[in-house]
């Protein structure tokens, strides 16, 4: 059994509580939070014995093997080596950190500390990323030429012009949309080029115009033989229905491209040609879309919870890392290029200097 406290009790701990409650070999022991009375709400929803204001306090009294943090992005590095330091494996919302100097202490003190260092790049566990991830491997798109991302969610401007600092969104605390988001197709376009990225340009946009981060972006990363990462993120339009998440992949033998609205996720494998589509009679009894024979509907597992679950899975068996730090790294250093770019209306060359 692996014993977990959760540092952080904000929107995201739930989800994390939730997928714990369903992974047998993983138990809750204690949660924490600054504010103390979100620990105790935490620990009375989910029956858990201990809550803390303090980690120091906690990680004293309780026997922990793992410290799950859920804190807003700025202090990620902070509480992460504190834990680390203290012999805890940690595993670590993303983005990994605020900055690369932070990131990168991070990574050194996992290695000098011994202990395993996961960051939550849970994109990666989506089931439709899973399919194409593997369609990909098998070499049936042949060389990749093109990847298109998209993260799309409402605009809660209300909220932000009331609070333009909220640690989620402003740039100090949680690198505003660009990063909260933009993130998970950074790291999905490094893991399925293989390659590490050349340059970014970027454009930005903000509405209200009196918020100080960027609500929307179009990102363009640069790879090497003139392949091509495009990233976009938008959190302009209010009332948006739901969090959406597109991803298109072009190769040289085919091409394939995925959707989640959190409801369902569909695969289309292979679009097809016209002729390919109306080849052959077609049943008076059906509506000559094209669509059915090509598309996969699949179940919407938490990718949460499928990330917690192989991440405990590599902590109790000592199985390779699902996610490097180092590659949570490089896409941070994607999404803090594209600010960089977006700013200062410019391209930007990888690697930045820290």
């Not at 959190?262 to 094209?290: K, N, V, W």
């Amino acid at each position: 059994m692996v014993n977990i406290a959760i540092v952080g009790c904000g929107v995201i701990s739930g989800a994390h509580l939730n997928a714990y409650e369903l992974i047998p070999d993983a138990r809750v022991i204690a949660v924490c939070d600054v504010i103390e009375s979100l620990a105790a709400q935490r620990a009375r929803e989910y029956g858990i014995r201990a809550y803390y204001s303090s980690m120091t306090d906690m990680l004293r009294k309780e026997d922990v093997d793992v410290v799950d943090v859920c804190v807003p992005t700025k202090f990620h590095a902070e509480v992460s080596i504190k834990a680390l330091l203290e012999g805890k494996h940690v595993i670590c919302e993303k983005p990994i950190a605020s900055n690369l100097e932070q990131a990168d202490k991070m990574i050194e003190t996992a290695k000098k500390s011994n202990r395993i260092l996961l960051i939550g790049q849970s994109n990666r566990f989506l089931p439709m990323v899973t399919v194409i991830k593997r369609i990909i491997s098998s070499g049936q798109l042949g060389d990749l030429l093109l990847i298109r991302s998209a993260h799309r969610f409402d605009n809660p401007c209300n909220k932000w012009l009331m609070n333009p600092k909220h640690p989620k969104y402003y740039w100090e605390y949680g690198g505003g949309p660009l990063i909260d988001s933009g993130i998970h197709a950074a790291d999905l376009l490094n893991w399925m080029f293989k390659d590490d990225p050349k340059a970014v340009t970027a454009i930005g946009a903000t509405y209200p115009p009196a918020l100080p981060f960027f609500t929307s972006a179009n990102v363009i990363v640069e790879y090497s033989k003139g392949k091509c990462g495009v990233i976009q993120v938008n959190r302009e339009t209010e009332r948006y229905p739901q969090y959406e998440r597109f991803i298109e992949i072009l190769g040289e033998k085919g091409s394939i491209w995925g959707y989640d609205n959190f409801y369902r996720q569909t695969i289309l494998a292979h679009a097809g040609t016209l002729s390919e589509i109306y080849h052959g009679e077609i049943s008076s009894d059906l509506i000559p879309t094209g669509h059915e024979p090509f598309i996969e509907y699949l179940p919407a597992t938490s990718e949460i919870y499928l990330e917690l679950k192989t991440f405990i899975d590599a902590i109790k068996n000592k199985r390779e890392l699902p996610v490097k730090p180092e590659e949570a790294r490089k896409a941070l250093e994607i999404c803090i290029a594209a600010e960089i770019s977006a700013r200062k209306r410019r391209s930007v060359e990888l690697p930045l200097e820290v």
